[in-house]
């Protein structure tokens, strides 16, 4: 049977592409918890990221709620600490690189080193970010899903308790 328990603080990994957005948006309607898509506070309008001190006070601010499901995958961005404002889970959609490539080319306009990232996202970041959450937070719930059906089930799976109640009954 698959634990199916949820933790209060769910940050969300994937490649571009893979609909990491998606299950945040998601997991964000059935459970109520609040939404923090990083992008919007990471990038400037400018799209040069910040200076990681800067980014850690920003991060932790954002992260201070008890509950929050968040959308977090910076790759080569990210910092050590905080680690995404210390979650109790860490779902990753390790998704095949050609679903995540495919759609990465509808948009012209994105930079060349976040496509580059994209395709080299499993090598290069997504081995060392578990590595450093093993190392750091060993108590973190990590699911790794590496398809969408998995992550279907994961969600159908999810106990009622976790559920915010149908606005419809």
């Known amino acids: 049977m698959v634990d199916s328990s949820l933790g209060d603080r ?9 609909g990491d957005t998606s299950a945040a948006a998601l997991l ?4 109520g918890r609040p939404l923090i898509a990083i992008d919007k506070h990471f990038w400037p309008v ?4 910040h200076p990681a001190p800067h980014w850690a006070k920003v991060q932790d601010a954002i992260a201070s709620n008890p509950q ?3 959308d977090a995958d910076l790759g080569p961005f990210d910092i050590a600490e905080p680690k995404l404002g210390h979650p109790d ?20 306009s994105e930079r060349r080193d ?7 996202w499993r090598r290069e970041y997504l081995t060392e970010a578990l590595a450093k959450i093993e190392s750091v937070a060993p108590e973190v719930k ?3 899903f590496t398809n969408p059906g998995q992550l279907a089930t994961a969600i159908a799976e999810l106990p009622r308790t ?8």
Do not use: K
């Open 10 to 18: 769910i940050v969300i990994l994937g490649r571009g592409g893979v």
């Open 28 to 31: 964000t309607d059935l459970t």
């Open 46 to 49: 400018d799209h040069r990221p």
């Open 68 to 70: 929050w499901i968040m």
């Open 89 to 108: 889970e860490v779902w990753v959609l390790d998704y095949s690189p050609i679903r995540s490539l495919l759609r990465a080319l509808r948009y012209p």
């Open 114 to 120: 976040v496509r580059v990232w994209v395709f080299r």
């Open 142 to 144: 990590v699911r790794v």
């Open 162 to 169: 976790n559920r915010v109640a149908d606005p419809a009954r």
